[in-house]
């Protein structure tokens, strides 16, 4: 019952490539908001071969949910910084690296 937000970077070494790309958005479909990181170091994969998250966003927007892609960590600082924490929401980090310390920042920011 609760309002899923779902943050995601694809930068392990299989999800930055297209291996997972007709399953990937299906996964997705559980949250309300999603905002999606575009591919760590993409110019290190060959186009043909890579993670097209254009194409996942455009999916998941025709199923009516709200996705935004990001470059920039601070989009995500900013959004974190102002959600209502009292609300009834889970905010999911999904990534193997430090995810420009947001997961940090949730907590801090989530201290009753």
Not at 23 to 45: G, M, P
């Amino acid at each position: 019952r609760k309002k899923i937000i779902a943050m995601f970077e694809p930068r392990s070494w299989s999800l930055r490539r297209n291996f997972f790309q007709e399953q990937l958005a299906d996964s997705f479909l559980a949250a309300d908001t999603i905002f999606f990181k575009d591919v760590f170091q993409k110019e290190r994969i060959p186009k043909d071969q890579r993670l097209n998250v254009d194409s996942i966003c455009r999916q998941l927007r025709e199923s009516g949910r709200d996705i935004s892609i990001f470059d920039d960590f601070q989009v995500l600082r900013d959004y974190v910084t102002e959600l209502n924490y009292s609300e009834d929401q889970v905010v999911v980090i999904l990534s193997n690296g430090s995810f420009g310390d947001i997961p940090g920042l949730v907590k801090r920011l989530n201290i009753d």
